[in-house]
C-alpha cells in the first residue's frame, strides 16, 4: 500500500509499506517508473514483503541541502527491518542510504518521542531548516513530533539535538486517529496533516479501516484543527489516508494530493481542495 505521497512539479513521488522502490510519475497518474531503494541483498521475497519482513517505507518529504533538491524516505523503525533511510537527489534520482541505525535505536528508547510504546514513524516533512518527523503512538495515544536541523540530521545522526512536541489528534467513535502524514505549506501558513483511525493495538497489525481526517496547524506548537473525511451523507468514508502533499495553494487554501493505503488492495490518490480556517 502507498504511504508516502511528494509532489515537485511536474512529477510526483510515492513509497510504500511494501514496494522496496521508489515510484516517480505525473499528476496524470499514467506512466510509473522506478527507483530502486532497497539494494538486492536486502530485498525479502514477494511473500515476505508483505508484511514480516518488508522495509515499511512510510515517510516522505522533499527537502534543500546545500542547495540541492533532494527526497527523504524513512522506514517506519518498528522492527529491524524497517529501519532503512534514504536520501534521494533530485533531478538525477541518484541514492544514498542514510547509515542511521544508532539513531532509530535512540529514537526507540526516548520517553519524549515514543513514552515506552514501539517506535512507529509515519510521516516527515521539512522547511527551509528543519525535519518534522512524526511518531504515531497506536498503543498509548502519544502522538509526537520531533524537530531537528537538516544539516545536523544529515551530517550528525548520532549526536542529534532534537525538540519534542506532543500533538493533539481527533476521535472517531472509540477510536483515536494516529499522524499518518504532514507537508509544509510555507512560512505563513503552516502545516497540513492526516490522521487515520484503525482498530488496532499496536504498530505492527493492521485492523478495521474506521475512517481518516485531514488536520491544519497554523505553527508548531498550535493546536491542531481536524476535518473528517465523509461521504454525502454525513458517514465517515472507510479510508486510510496515509500522506499529503499540496499541489497549489493561495491565501485561502489549497488543492492538495491524498494518498490511501487499502492493506492489500490498490491504493487510491484523491484530489482534494481545502479551506484554511478563518482567522
Not at 37 to 44: E, H
Not at 106 to 126: K, R
Request: net charge negative; charged share 15%.
Amino acid at each position: 500500500g502507498v504511504s508516502g505521497i511528494e509532489y515537485i512539479a511536474p512529477h510526483v513521488y510515492l513509497v510504500g509499506d511494501d514496494m522496496p522502490d521508489l515510484i516517480r510519475t505525473s499528476l496524470a497518474f499514467e506512466q510509473f517508473d522506478r527507483v530502486m531503494l532497497l539494494a538486492q541483498a536486502d530485498r525479502p521475497t514477494p511473500a515476505a514483503m508483505h508484511k514480516t519482513h518488508k522495509a515499511d517505507f512510510e515517510a516522505l518529504a522533499s527537502y534543500q541541502h546545500d542547495n540541492t533538491p533532494y527526497l527523504l524516505v524513512l522506514g517506519s523503525g518498528a522492527r529491524p527491518t524497517r529501519r532503512f533511510a534514504y536520501q534521494v537527489q533530485l533531478p538525477d534520482l541518484s541514492v544514498q542510504p542514510l547509515p542511521l541505525e544508532s539513531l532509530y535505536q535512540t529514537w526507540q528508547n526516548s520517553p519524549a518521542l515514543v513514552n515506552g510504546a514501539e517506535l512507529n514513524i509515519e510521516a516527515v516533512c521539512a522547511d527551509k531548516t528543519y525535519f518534522y518527523i512524526f511518531q504515531r503512538g497506536n498503543t498509548n495515544q502519544h502522538h509526537a513530533m520531533l524537530q531537528v536541523k537538516i544539516a545536523d540530521f544529515l551530517t550528525q545522526p548520532d549526536t542529534l539535538q532534537a525538540t519534542h512536541h506532543l500533538l493533539n489528534v481527533p476521535i472517531l467513535g472509540k477510536h483515536a486517529a494516529g499522524i499518518s502524514g504532514a507537508c509544509w505549506l510555507g512560512e505563513a501558513a503552516g502545516f497540513l496533516y492526516t490522521a487515520s483511525v484503525e482498530a488496532t493495538a499496536n504498530a505492527y497489525d493492521d485492523g478495521a479501516i474506521l475512517g481518516s481526517f485531514v488536520g491544519w496547524q497554523s505553527a508548531v506548537g498550535q493546536p491542531i484543527v481536524w476535518q473528517l473525511l465523509t461521504a454525502p451523507n454525513g458517514a465517515a468514508l472507510p479510508i486510510k489516508v496515509e500522506g499529503i502533499s499540496v499541489v497549489q495553494q493561495d491565501s485561502i487554501g489549497c488543492q492538495a494530493l491524498l494518498v490511501t493505503d487499502s492493506d492489500g488492495q490498490a491504493s487510491e490518490v484523491l484530489h482534494i481542495r481545502l479551506a484554511y480556517p478563518a482567522a
